[in-house]
Every structure is written in C-alpha cells, then in structure tokens.
Nanobody, 121 residues
Framework: VQLVESGGGLVQAGGSLRLSCAAS????????VGWFRQAPGKEREFVAF????????SYADSVKGRFTISRDNAKNTVYLQMNSLKTEDTGVYYC???????????????WGQGTQVTVSS
C-alpha cells in the first residue's frame, strides 16, 4: 500500500486543519492507521490511531480533546481533524499503516512522505 498525506499548511494558534492520508492499493480497509509527527530537532512521536474498521481509536495525551481521527474506507482515506492548534503542534505529520496489529503506536510497515504543519503564535 502507498500512502500520501495532504492538508498541511500554515495556521495561527487556535485554528484548525484537516489532514488526509490517501491510500492506493488493495485492501486498505484491512489496515490499521496511525498518525505521527516530528518537530525540528525532536524524535518522531505518536499522535493518533484508528483500527481497520474505525471502531477503535486512541490519542496521545497532548492532542486528546483537540484532534479527531476518522476514516472512510470507501475512499481509502484516513483523516486527522486538528482543532485548537498550538505552536507546539508544529511539525511534519506522517501517516502509517499496517495490516498486522502491533499496538496503537506501531510499528507500522508503510509510511507516507509527510506533510508540514506550522502553527504560528
């Protein structure tokens, strides 16, 4: 499966963005998906997870109540709705997928190229 993220950009603190992760290839509905981010000079960190069916989700404590992960398997797309953005949410956001469940934070075998999110104060 190949993954392509989109929807990143520059937004003021308090604003919103919706990221998309579009998948190509068969059987995407069998894949669990995670969102991760990497800020400059920092390690990549887990942001959110959604199971293959969408029935189970989990979030990093830092984004709970502000971010929502969802998926539309008919469109082979997973979304990350980000509200009340903070400057510390700045980073490159990656989606990742796997059809073998190894925990909500992975590891995942398939990764997108990332999309930049910049939150200004």
């Amino acid at each position: 499966v190949q993954l392509v993220e989109s929807g990143g950009g520059l937004v003021q603190a308090g604003g919103s963005l919706r990221l998309s992760c579009a998948a190509s290839g068969r059987g995407f509905s069998d894949y669990a998906v995670g969102w991760f981010r990497q800020a400059p000079g920092k390690e990549r960190e887990f942001v959110a997870f959604i199971s293959w069916s969408g029935s189970r989700t989990s979030y990093a404590d830092s984004v709970k109540g502000r971010f929502t992960i969802s998926r539309d398997n008919a469109k082979n797309t997973v979304y990350l709705q980000m509200n009340s953005l903070k400057t510390e949410d700045t980073g490159v956001y990656y989606c990742a997928a796997d059809d073998v469940y190894s925990g909500s934070s992975g590891p995942f075998r398939y990764w997108g190229q990332g999309t930049q999110v910049t939150v200004s104060s």
